[in-house]
């Protein structure tokens, strides 16, 4: 590419001695191929680059992470508990070369804002309208959707609410179905019945770095694959005060996302997204049987089983960002292209 260049600088002085016809046209002539690839590279580099930025959603601060051009396809990233939008730190590069990748955090988690219990309610409901609002200030019109544990009902309330903006949806060991729901979920379902203090404190482990760690390991063929960073990034946030409040608030809301299931499962069957399910089939929180009947409701689903637990991204990140690839090469653009 130098010797290219040297070549175009002898010639461009060659030109203004030549005359000035020749210098313009050499100034517009395409540059050499290699150098052209150089400069298709920086920008594609610069799409890539994560920016991570706070919005202001109904008085609350967001923290998201973004990257990929603004008019790109979208996808909406929605975390699980207990992580936050740190848990797709890998993926959104991987994918935003063609996409506009959004990840936020929900109030409570990662770099969002942790409203005072009394001022602002920790329900899965605000926390649907929190993320409809900060696509509307974003301007997405339409988006694809990866949820991902709490994700889910996150996002199936967006998907039930707007379905017309929802293109594609990637479940990742989200639940939309009684299956899913098995012998971990006893001691919260427990807590559901009664509202009990006691049986609330019962459920206070699941905010300790055992329980943490426990998630991120527990079904994991090789460890060497999880960084210590993430169960270590996410207690930091756990132990900041009153977040074991908010999260116990959240564990006792879960029991209003059961009844919505018929919904959610009616909005699959009319509107037939295309739709990714990808699970680690290890998983003892959302376990494995939770994964199948998608394809009940959604007969042309993409299933794909990992051998891993509930975090399969930490564990199988390249395959997973692959298998995305290959399905919006599939479906996403062609949504695009229709609206």
Do not use: C
Request: a neutral charge.
């Amino acid at each position: 590419m130098l010797e290219n260049m040297k070549r175009r600088t002898l010639l461009t002085a060659g030109a203004m001695i030549a005359g000035p016809a020749l210098l313009i046209a050499l100034v517009n002539s395409p540059l050499p191929s290699s150098a052209q690839a150089a400069v298709e590279t920086t920008d594609s580099g610069s799409a890539q680059q994560v920016r991570h930025q706070t919005a202001s959603i109904d008085g609350v601060d967001v923290f998201y992470r973004e990257a990929g051009r603004k008019d790109a396809p979208a996808l909406l990233l929605l975390h699980g508990f207990p992580t936050s939008s740190h848990m797709y730190r890998n993926l959104i590069p991987a994918l935003a070369e063609k996409h506009r990748v959004i990840a936020p955090d929900y109030p409570g988690f990662g770099n969002s804002a942790m409203p005072d219990r009394k001022s602002f309610k920790y329900t899965f409901d605000n926390y649907a309208s929190i993320v409809e609002g900060l696509t509307e200030k974003l301007g997405l019109k339409s988006y694809a959707l990866y949820v991902m544990d709490y994700g889910a009902p996150v996002g199936f309330r967006l998907a039930v609410k707007h379905p017309e903006r929802v293109s594609a949806l990637i479940v990742q060991n989200g639940n939309a179905y009684d299956e899913g729901i098995q012998d971990f979920w006893k001691p919260i379902q427990k807590y559901w019945t009664s509202g009990d203090m006691k049986d609330r404190e019962a459920n206070r482990w699941l905010t300790s770095l055992k329980a943490t760690k426990w998630q991120y390991t527990d079904g994991v063929p090789d460890m060497s694959l999880v960084s210590p960073d993430t169960w270590t990034v996410d207690q930091a946030f756990l132990d900041r005060p009153g977040n074991q409040e908010i999260q116990l608030d959240l564990f006792y809301d879960y029991r209003t996302n059961i009844p919505h299931y018929p919904a959610w499962q009616a909005y699959f069957r009319k509107h037939q997204p295309p739709t990714l399910v990808l699970w680690g089939k290890n998983d003892k929180i959302f376990v494995v049987d939770g994964a199948e009947p998608y394809k009940r409701d959604l007969p042309n689903a993409e299933l794909h089983l990992f051998d891993t637990g509930h975090f399969a991204l930490e564990t199988h990140g390249p395959e997973i960002a692959d298998k995305i690839r290959n399905f919006f090469g599939k479906h996403v653009k062609a949504v695009h292209s229709e609206g």
